[in-house]
């Protein structure tokens, strides 16, 4: 069982920056695939980044690529979403998530979910 909290969401410009972090319970961290996706108001929830367990690969979304960057600490039981040159368009609530034995960009793959953070980005 992993219990995953995210956090770090606000309300920033356009072009600016914002850090999300998502912490997670258990001692079996380090064994999960680590993603995160994003639900904008009236559109359907979508991935955005992932890692697998030892940040040995990445991935990401093709709207997100080269702006935002995803990375974790299994020491400190934490996954990371670094987002830079933020837009409007990145408005939405952002859930960090768990996978067992590996990562996926389906969410429908995911084990566990937090509850999510919003971040509003004003034009």
């Known amino acids: 069982q992993v219990q995953l909290v995210e956090s770090g969401g606000g309300l920033v410009q356009a072009g600016g920056s914002l850090r999300l972090s998502c912490a997670a319970s258990?001692?079996?961290?380090?064994?999960?695939?680590m993603g995160w996706f994003r639900q904008a108001p009236g559109k359907e929830r979508e991935f955005v980044a992932a890692i697998s367990q030892r940040s040995i690969s990445t991935s990401y979304a093709d709207s997100v690529t080269g702006r935002f960057t995803i990375s974790r600490d299994n020491a400190k039981n934490a996954a990371y979403l670094q987002m830079n040159s933020l837009k409007p368009e990145d408005t939405a609530v952002y859930y960090c998530?768990?996978?067992?034995?590996?990562?996926?960009?389906?969410?429908?793959?995911?084990?566990?979910w937090g509850q999510g953070t919003q971040v509003t980005v004003s034009a």
């Open positions: 258990g001692r079996t961290f380090g064994t999960y695939g």
């Open positions: 998530a768990a996978k067992a034995w590996g990562t996926a960009q389906t969410e429908s793959e995911y084990d566990y």
